[in-house]
């Protein structure tokens, strides 16, 4: 028997989503609700458009600010909020040419990212199903996806900065819904579709599920280690760890897996405040046999403190 080669050192990269709880009145999230604007848009257009835009450079600027956190920390890997600019999408604001406005601010972000070889990206939110059967909905959830790649385009960031996306829905159909998934894709833009990754989710698709997809369409996947832990059907993860980490090899990058721990037992799916280190780390000692490097993104409710306590553990 072919005795198979074992990489002994590992290079582990740890990031978090969004948002520090360390820094100070950092957030890049605030928002304008609709009904807001609408209403202040009544009495003065340029007072709420002002208000928008406002909102929207103050996001950008505590986006450089946490990148500057990480860099001081040595933070590498980092997903941005998909709510930096507020009801930029929206008819409403049709009119409001966000992306030149903005532009010197989303130049500098990505100039700070290339500088220090930054791994970033988005998740784009829930809502956004290419498999889904109206057609309404898949055209949104195009457009979504061309609104978060402009904006890594708008950071002149190549296709490593990627985005994250769902299967999608089953619709009481698993295999229909898997093969019109397949079937969408082609109407996804060349552009956009060389910056999507694939992850497994803790309801509907498995691991195993997604891998095929996966392998099918050449797409890399992410490994959500407590989604899988939510939702399988007795695949063995250390089975799929190599085939998962050989979705990535033309990319360019590192493998990059998710890693959360469940609130509690009666409430497995959300997440908790900080990360178990037994949840992650057998399956570190497992994926070095595999890859020399890997980036983890931690997700948990206590962000860039829950990340730190993890590398700590």
């Known amino acids: 028997m072919k005795k198979r080669n074992r990489v002994i050192h590992m290079n582990i990269r740890f990031g978090y989503v969004a948002m520090s709880v360390m820094l100070e009145n950092a957030s890049p999230s605030k928002t304008v609700t609709l009904k807001s604007y609408t209403q202040l848009a009544a009495r003065d257009p340029a007072a709420a458009l002002n208000k928008v835009r406002r ?16 860099k ?13 600019l507020p009801l930029a999408t929206h008819p409403a604001l049709v009119d409001w040419d966000y992306m030149d406005d903005l532009k010197d601010r989303l ?17 784009p939110d829930h809502y956004t199903l290419i498999n889904s059967p109206r057609e309404e909905v898949l055209l949104s959830s195009l457009r979504d996806y061309e609104y978060h790649s ?21 619709y ?41 997809i996966c392998r099918d369409l050449a797409l890399p996947m992410v490994l959500d ?26 990319t360019g990058l590192p493998p990059k897996i998710h890693i959360s721990s469940p609130k509690s037992v009666s409430d497995f799916r959300s997440h908790h405040d900080f990360i178990n280190p037994d949840d992650l780390y057998p399956f570190l000692e497992s994926a070095r046999a595999f890859v020399a490097n890997i980036d983890v993104m931690v997700e948990a409710k206590q962000k860039d403190r829950a990340m730190f306590k993890l590398v700590d553990d």
Not at 225 to 247: A, D, V, W
């Open 55 to 70: 909102t929207a450079r103050e996001n950008l600027d505590n986006t450089l600010r946490l990148l500057r956190h990480n």
């Open 72 to 84: 001081a920390h040595s933070v590498m890997v980092f997903r941005f909020s998909s709510k930096l």
């Open 107 to 123: 130049r500098l972000i990505g100039a700070f990212i290339r500088e220090n070889k930054m791994r970033v990206g988005f998740h």
């Open 150 to 170: 402009s904006l890594l385009e708008a950071m002149a960031l190549d296709e490593r900065a990627r985005l994250v996306t769902h299967v999608g829905g089953c």
């Open 172 to 212: 009481n159909d698993r295999e229909g819904s898997i093969e019109r998934f397949k079937k969408n894709w082609r109407r996804v833009p060349e552009r956009v579709a060389g910056r999507l990754t694939l992850e497994n989710d803790d309801k509907t698709y498995t691991a195993q599920e997604v891998l095929n």
């Open 225 to 250: 280690l407590h989604h899988y832990k939510c939702n399988n059907k007795g695949e063995s993860i250390i089975e799929l760890m190599p085939e998962i980490f050989k979705t990535w090899a033309l």
